[in-house]
């Protein structure tokens, strides 16, 4: 029976590790989105709410690549990128 208990503690030890370490690159994966700010919260809600702050993590947009996206944008309005009309394309 003994030794079961020492199984136990050491397989609930391995949990609280990985669930630490998948805690850390969440808010890793959050910063490198581009909210540095909203980091601790999402390794909080990994830590103690695994399923929402992975949640949270997954769902946030990428602020850098929102700015890029608007910035091509604009240079579409301007008109340096030309566009493509039907009647340009290729008949299948």
Known sequence: MEDYA????ILAIVVVVFSLIAAFQFGEIVEQKG???S???VI???IFL???GYCMAIALTDKRLLTKVEN???TNSVGNVTSVEGSDL???
């Open 6 to 9: 020492a199984i136990w503690v």
């Open 72 to 74: 091509i944008t604009k």
């Open 39 to 41: 980091r601790g919260l």
């Open 90 to 92: 290729p008949e299948i």
């Open 44 to 46: 909080l809600l990994c």
């Open 50 to 52: 695994p399923i929402a």
């Open 35 to 37: 909210y540095s700010d």
